[in-house]
């Protein structure tokens, strides 16, 4: 149904980001790059696009290419762009080696992460793998 909804509407980003979400629960991280792909080329300024091809990409261990669509989805949400999104650029960025962004990236996602204890714990956890950190 969703593949044939977006066959009907490509208009609409949301429908490749139900089908690609749809597609990432199932492990399916070709297919739903495949779809993002086609999303981004239709809609390049669909920050949801983004995200989810960074996800997707770094499932598969395509460090440069999830970089790229993660600062892409990151320049496009603005001061939107949520903790989370932060702390995923960090991790991308340690595997890539680089240390300093990484650390620059998660001091920007403390900043953001609410007070909820759950955040703060998710934070930390992150900061102990990255060289380097408090």
């Given at each position: 149904?969703?593949?044939?909804?977006?066959?009907?509407?490509?208009?609409?980003?949301?429908?490749?980001?139900?089908?690609?979400?749809?597609?990432?629960?199932?492990?399916?991280?070709?297919?739903?790059?495949?779809?993002?792909?086609?999303?981004?080329?239709?809609?390049?300024?669909?920050?949801?696009?983004?995200?989810?091809?960074?996800?997707?990409?770094?499932?598969?261990?395509?460090?440069?290419?999830?970089?790229?669509?993660?600062?892409?989805?990151?320049?496009?949400?603005?001061?939107?762009?949520?903790?989370?999104?932060?702390?995923?650029?960090?991790?991308?960025?340690?595997?890539?080696?680089?240390?300093?962004?990484?650390?620059?990236?998660?001091a920007r996602a403390r900043s953001l992460a609410p007070a909820a204890e759950q955040g703060h714990l998710v934070l930390d956890h992150a900061l102990v793998s990255v060289p380097g950190s408090?």
């Amino acid at each position: 149904p969703l593949r044939r909804a977006l066959q009907l509407v490509p208009e609409h980003a949301e429908a490749s980001l139900m089908l690609a979400q749809a597609l990432l629960e199932q492990r399916k991280f070709t297919q739903a790059i495949g779809v993002l792909e086609a999303g981004v080329a239709r809609h390049p300024n669909e920050r949801g696009l983004h995200h989810q091809l960074a996800i997707a990409r770094g499932a598969l261990g395509e460090w440069q290419a999830a970089l790229t669509a993660r600062q892409t989805a990151l320049r496009l949400a603005g001061d939107r762009a949520s903790w989370q999104q932060w702390l995923h650029l960090a991790q991308i960025q340690q595997r890539l080696g680089d240390d300093a962004a990484a650390q620059e990236a998660l001091a920007r996602a403390r900043s953001l992460a609410p007070a909820a204890e759950q955040g703060h714990l998710v934070l930390d956890h992150a900061l102990v793998s990255v060289p380097g950190s408090p």
